[in-house]
């Protein structure tokens, strides 16, 4: 059976896409070196418009509007500037109503696109550009410390990487009088969180980033909104984080990090990451992200019980397992990190690696 | 090149969900048409794979196993047709794997073109993030940039009757036309035209060259007073499945296998229920499927459909939407154990991230029963307003009576038991007076459906093979009396000759034993003008046939009573569940 693959690694090699919503510019070239908040590609995404009906304002067909109108396709209009003028003893024009470039002239209307704001495309891990694909994006090619996460609400920013004070376990709980000034800056690792004032006085420090084992829903809707990233490793209620993950991450404290907190999809494969670039004599081997069940792999438990605890896959068992809800699953032998013996079903696994 | 399903014997239907991919086995025995065997994997469609056709192929290879049947060549190709013994004569498939397509309807007067279009949208996997019709408030450049900053997959344009409205229609069109023309061409949606047909030619002209793909299908709305979704229904499907073959990776090549016949799964399933609708005349017929990708709910009625797919109420990913369209104590009321509400909140984000994980413990078995519920509750409740009027329905309105019910979805059908699997089925649809519910525990009537559309005789022979497992035969009177006054005196008169007398109080719920392969009459005798489908106080007589758990007498009222008091509740969900079986 194919395992889902998360991936929890001191040391990898990862290639990342960063592709443009829309047709854009690149802005790097092949063998660059980047940086998380460098912007590799850009493109102008400007989604507010207004709508000039010149037939309509001036009382006319619009194949004679059509006649009327100065401006062109591509053009840039100022504010009050004279879009179309129907002469006669008493002359009647229709100016601009703000600053603007036409995209549209055609059956006696003008379509101005307001402002142009730019789409800037980052990086999002310090790495080297391995591929341009021309005006879409880039390859990313770099080597390191990587942990993935579950959710993320997508932010990019880099700093250092500090334990909230007084963390001594993947359990403890980020707490607003916790947080002081000499925090500012930092990435800050907690187990949970489910105070919404905390995650305040953590906006207003500010904080460049937040990586939590587990956060309580309601507190998503401000988690979302705040301006740094944050990243949830393991799920959502009152967990502790993954032994694997917290051990790595402890051990990397004081090293600038990368936090790409960019939402889970199921279906593209993007997931939150703490990125930790490391120099590497040898490139190490790509990140695998699909393997089959076998022993000895390291899995994580995604449901009750033992949720979220790491332990390592001893034996696939054959036929059906019968478990506790009454139901009969595919099933294997995990031996936990605290020695404990445990029957899991296969869909509840995923493998760390 | 697949040949004819016309004369082919063997039929292998895929159908790839959400979390499963199925591969299904028909075969002829005896002369006739029976299911054979299924196979299963998870689907493929999602990361790192990204491709549905290595969950189809580990499916099929599944069904190799169980069967000591090839079906498959040495590359993992299918072998079609049927060549010395191996590989197999026909192929159909059905999807609903992948994200809700992101739909923005468009029609003229909220009440008519809009509507129908609205209805047109639910009958398949579509989100929809924005309608837009004549009394929309909003200034045409507004309507242009909620377009381009919702980046729809799907554009369904309606309105106007035929030799009605034109240049309301036509000014839609240009706004259409003109966020497809500010889309970068990658990004434009595919357009389905259902509106008058006297613009149809205009909408080619305009749009064609600015959309993904263009479709026109005939008006839904042809005159004020009619609605005829049907023909808009299929090229809605095949609609749908070209935005699948474009943005879900493998579908192209499913589809070539499968010789066109690629259905969506919940279209295949409406086309079986309205199929079937045409055999049990006298009443409806009700379809539900209650999957990881939506809540589908087909009813059907001497030849109608009502097909509702909601992907909203789906057990998947969209989970920790849900408190969107209910309370946690709406799903709390369901549980038989005390489990804090927190839980329950938590256990909906978390099974969003893995749909496809399982319960493993009694208290998560009993959050997700819960969910399932409430999930089907909601289908039901707004599936309910769709279903037309000409359906039959207790004098005091509600739901419909259907006979039988037919359900689906592995929530419910790999419950630990079959008792917990009715439970969720009487409190999630609450049926109404006197009914069959019938499981497709392998999820057959997609792929039956799928190929019903070139070989109508393999689902009657199916159906008649008895593939589904008939669960209980049910009486719910309807009363409105105390709770504890008999509402329903009767009896079961076996065919053997056995006799049960009974008499049921209101707020109970009990089980006459009447087991497979067994038949018999069953006389009811309504109190207090309770209703159990032949009129408040009315007496009559049904046949009855055997299924797994017997006769089911659920008089707990409609809406179903629940205690306020959690203990009491506690006892009573529990006391259900035992009097089912466990």
Same mark, same amino acid.
């Given at each position: 059976?194919?395992?889902?693959? =998360?991936? &929890?690694?001191?040391?990898?090699? &990862? ?6 919503? !829309? ?9 660059? *070196?980047?940086?998380?908040? %460098? ?12 709508? @000039? ?43 601009? #109503? ?58 990019? %920013? ?134 089959? $069940? ?13 949720? $979220? ?35 899991? #079903? ?8 | ?8 014997? /063997? ?14 086995? $028909? ?53 079609? #047709? ?30 008519? !073109? ?26 045409? +450049? +507004? ?108 579908? +192209? *090549? ?72 209910? /309370? ?46 409430? @999930? ?19 004098? /005091? ?5 259907? +006979? ?41 009537? #997609? ?91 009315? /007496?009559?007589?049904?046949? @009855?046939?055997?299924?797994? =758990? ?19 509740? $506690? ?12």
């Amino acid at each position: 059976m194919l395992a889902p693959v =998360i991936h &929890i690694l001191p040391m990898t090699t &990862i290639l990342r896409q960063r592709l443009l919503p !829309s047709v854009g510019r690149v802005l790097v070239r092949l063998n660059q *070196k980047v940086a998380p908040l %460098d912007v590799v590609a850009e493109t102008n995404l400007g989604k507010e418009h207004i709508l @000039v009906d010149i037939a309509c304002l001036l009382g006319i067909s619009p194949d004679k509007a059509d006649q009327l109108i100065r401006c062109r396709v591509g053009e840039r209009l100022t504010s009050k500037q004279l879009i179309a003028q129907l002469p006669g003893l008493i002359s009647h024009s229709v100016s601009s #109503p703000k600053d603007g470039r036409v995209v549209a002239v055609g059956g006696g209307q003008v379509l101005l696109k307001i402002g142009d704001p730019v789409f800037e495309l980052r990086a999002g891990l310090p790495g080297t550009i391995t591929r341009v694909i021309p005006e879409r994006g880039v390859d990313i090619t770099a080597h390191g410390t990587l942990i993935q996460g579950i959710w993320g609400n997508n932010r990019v %920013d880099m700093g250092l990487m500090l334990p909230v004070p007084q963390l001594n376990s993947p359990r403890d709980v980020l707490e607003a009088d916790k947080l002081d000034i000499s925090l500012r800056g930092s990435i800050l690792i907690a187990g949970h969180c489910s105070d919404p004032h905390a995650l305040q006085v953590a906006d207003e420090l500010p904080l460049r980033g937040l990586i939590l084992g587990s956060i309580s829903p309601e507190l998503l809707p401000i988690a979302e909104n705040l301006h740094f990233p944050i990243m949830v490793t393991d799920g959502f209620g009152h967990h502790p984080m993954n032994a694997v993950a917290f051990k790595l991450l402890i051990s990397n404290t004081k090293q600038e990090v990368a936090l790409n907190s960019t939402s889970y999809d199921r279906y593209t494969g993007s997931r939150p990451e703490i990125f930790i670039p490391l120099p590497a004599a040898q490139p190490p081997q790509l990140a695998q992200d699909s393997v089959e $069940f076998s022993n000895g792999q390291q899995v994580r438990i995604r449901r009750n019980p033992n949720m $979220f605890e790491v332990g390592t896959l001893t034996n696939l068992r054959s036929g059906l397992s019968e478990f506790p809800s009454g139901l009969y699953l595919p099933a294997a032998d995990v031996l936990l990190e605290s020695g404990q013996k445990v029957v899991v #079903p296969l869909v509840n696994l995923e493998i760390l690696g | 090149m697949p040949s004819s399903l016309i004369d082919a014997d /063997s039929v292998l239907a895929v159908d790839v969900g959400s979390c499963t991919t199925r591969a299904m086995l $028909f075969d002829v025995v005896e002369g006739g048409y029976r299911f054979i065997a299924v196979g299963q994997a998870p689907t493929s469609a999602m990361a790192p794979v990204k491709d549905v056709g290595e969950g189809v192929v580990r499916a099929i290879e599944n069904l190799q196993e169980t069967t000591g049947r090839l079906f498959l060549d040495s590359n993992r190709s299918l072998i079609i #047709p049927t060549k010395d013994g191996v590989g197999i004569d026909s192929f159909v498939a059905t999807i609903s794997a992948g994200p809700a397509i992101k739909t923005v309807i468009v029609g003229l007067l909220d009440e008519v !073109s809009l509507q129908s279009v609205n209805r047109l949208a639910c009958s398949t996997y579509a989100n929809v993030v924005d309608n837009i019709g004549v009394n929309d408030p909003r200034k045409p +450049e +507004e309507q242009i940039d909620s377009i381009l900053h919702l980046e729809p997959d799907l554009i369904l344009i309606a309105g106007g009757t035929n030799d009605g409205a034109i240049k309301s229609v036509q000014k839609k069109i240009d706004i259409i036309g003109l966020a497809c023309f500010l889309m970068s061409a990658e990004n434009r949606p595919t357009v389905l035209f259902v509106g008058n047909q006297a613009v149809a030619k205009d909408v080619t002209e305009s749009l064609s060259s600015l959309t993904s793909s263009l479709n026109i299908s005939p008006n839904i709305r042809p005159s004020l007073d009619v609605e005829d979704i049907q023909p808009a229904s299929y090229k809605l499907a095949n609609t749908f499945m070209q935005i699948r073959r474009n943005k879900l990776g493998g579908v +192209e *090549k499913l589809a070539s296998w499968a010789n066109g016949n690629l259905l969506p799964t919940a279209y295949a399933q409406g086309r079986m229920i309205r199929f079937m609708s045409q055999t049990y005349k006298s009443k409806g017929i009700l379809g539900v499927d209650v999957g990881a990708s939506a809540t589908t709910i087909a009813s059907g009625f001497q030849g109608e459909l009502a097909l509702g797919v909601y992907p909203q109420f789906g057990l998947g990913e969209n989970l920790s939407d849900l408190l969107r369209y209910t /309370s946690l104590d709406d799903i709390l009321r369901w549980l038989p154990l005390d489990i804090p509400a927190n839980n329950v909140r938590d256990y909906l984000y978390q099974k969003s991230v893995y749909p496809d994980s399982i319960p493993v413990t009694i208290e998560d078995m009993a959050i997700e029963q819960a969910i399932t519920r409430q @999930v089907l509750r909601l289908a039901i409740e707004t599936a309910n307003k769709e279903i037309p009027a000409n359906f039959q329905r207790p004098s /005091s309105g509600g739901f419909p009576y259907f +006979e039988p019910i037919l359900v689906s979805g592995s929530a419910i059908t790999n419950a630990a038991t079959i008792g917990q699997g009715l439970l969720m089925i009487l409190d999630g649809i609450q049926p109404v007076g006197t009914t069959t519910i019938v499981l497709d525990q392998n999820h057959l009537l #997609p792929g039956m459906g799928a190929a019903a559309g070139i070989n109508p005789i393999l689902p009657v022979q199916i159906i008649e093979s008895g593939a589904f497992m008939g669960l209980a035969s049910l009486v719910a009177p309807i009363s409105n009396v105390r709770l504890g006054t008999p509402i329903l005196r009767g009896r079961l008169v076996t065919k053997e000759g056995t006799e049960t007398k009974f008499e049921i109080n209101q707020g109970t719920l009990d089980v006459l034993p009447l087991l497979g392969g067994q038949s018999g009459q069953l006389f009811l005798e309504p109190l207090h003008r309770s209703d159990v489908g032949f009129g408040p106080g009315h /007496s009559g007589e049904v046949q @009855v046939s055997g299924t797994q =758990i017997g006769v089911v007498i659920d008089a707990r009222g409609r809406p179903i009573q629940l205690s306020k008091e959690n203990g009491r509740r $506690f006892e009573m969900n529990k006391k259900w569940i035992w009097t089912l079986g466990g």
